[in-house]
């Protein structure tokens, strides 16, 4: 293992001993073209594949977050699709139908505040300490925004219908056939409260892929 690769290991395991705010920083970190790239290569696997819940323990992050009706309308859980800094994603039968839950980890909404505030006290430390850490200030930020963003699930919620009402209103033509943008739905959501974690369920995308084999380039431009 290389030096970068074995320093890579080492921070993402740290922040992901910390805390979801701290690892949604890791995976803003990991986007910085002058940290070592193995470095980055590392810290890139916070996106999606931080701190997987055993089965067990993703059975009772479900239970935590879901009231008792919608746990029982939950008849099979599959494959997990991804676990990222706030929420742990699952394919599961609901209701009869193919869906996907997204869940937020145990606790991650009281410890969103205080990771954020220990982040930003550690890099005003580095900073004073160094100019060349000042580029972190601006990942604290978008770390910030991001996080207070992804567990105010009543916000996320608003967003989904805006981009609902706006997709219904457009198609686009390509040959012969018409396509309708689609955007998955909600089916159930739960803010966090009452020490429960949030979750939303949504339909399974479904649909078609739309290729350019064939194409000329004037077609192309002329589609886009």
Not at 40 to 58: C, F, G, M, V, Y
């Amino acid at each position: 293992m290389s030096g970068g690769r074995a320093v890579g290991r080492g921070l993402k395991m740290f922040l992901q001993n910390k805390g979801p705010a701290f690892i949604k920083f890791g995976q803003l970190l990991s986007y910085l073209p002058t940290l070592d790239a193995d470095i980055r290569a590392e810290l890139a696997t916070l996106r999606d594949k931080a701190n997987i819940p055993a089965r067990d323990e993703l059975f009772e992050i479900l239970k935590m977050a879901l009231p008792e009706s919608e746990m029982n309308k939950i008849s099979y859980v599959g494959k997990l699709l991804g676990a990222g800094s706030f929420y742990i994603t699952v394919q599961i039968v609901y209701d009869g139908r193919p869906c996907v839950i997204s869940v937020m980890r145990p606790y991650a909404h009281e410890l969103t505040a205080s990771g954020v505030d220990m982040i930003a006290r550690t890099i005003n430390d580095l900073v004073a300490a160094g100019k060349k850490f000042a580029p972190l200030q601006n990942i604290l930020n978008q770390a910030r925004e991001s996080a207070f963003s992804e567990i105010d699930i009543e916000q996320d919620y608003q967003k989904y219908k805006h981009a609902k009402h706006v997709y219904e209103q457009y198609s686009v033509t390509a040959g012969d056939a018409t396509y309708s943008p689609d955007v998955a739905q909600w089916l159930a959501y739960g803010a966090a409260e009452n020490g429960a974690n949030a979750y939303k369920i949504m339909e399974m995308a479904s649909g078609h892929s739309l290729t350019f084999d064939g194409w000329t380039e004037q077609e192309k431009h002329d589609f886009a």
